[in-house]
């Protein structure tokens, strides 16, 4: 299984609260090795707002889409914001997990 780690922090408040980009990295990273899944890419969006999908590292994911198998994020609003944007990418995955929300589409 490949994996593709997005992360995303919009305010320095969030990287003091324990969303740093290293701390989610760090999380989504062990998760694969417990799973014995590689890593494809990270994509981090750092100080972009997860209410608007215009952000480099999403849409870089969202090309590169046919070469990894599962979304990891640590929790859902990292990936969207909005629930408008969130359904649309919902229905373009096939896989994607959120590691500290009981959420799961397979």
Same mark, same amino acid.
């Given at each position: 299984m490949k994996a593709a780690l997005y992360v995303r922090v919009s305010t320095e408040e969030q990287a003091k609260e324990g969303f740093s980009i290293p701390a989610q990295l760090g999380r989504l990273e062990a998760y694969c090795k417990s799973k014995g899944w /590689?890593?494809?890419? +990270?994509?981090? %969006?750092?100080?972009?707002?997860?209410?608007?999908?215009?952000?480099?590292a999403y849409a870089e994911m969202m090309q590169d889409i046919e070469y990894w198998d599962?979304?990891?994020?640590?929790?859902?609003?990292?990936?969207?914001?909005?629930? /408008?944007?969130?359904? +649309?990418?919902? %229905?373009?995955?096939?896989?994607?997990?959120?590691i500290s929300q009981p959420f799961t589409r397979t």
């Open positions: /590689r890593i494809y890419d +990270e994509y981090i %969006d750092d100080g972009y707002t997860g209410r608007e999908k215009e952000r480099p599962v979304l990891l994020t640590l929790k859902i609003d990292r990936v969207h914001r909005n629930l /408008r944007n969130f359904l +649309e990418m919902f %229905d373009t995955l096939q896989v994607i997990i959120s």
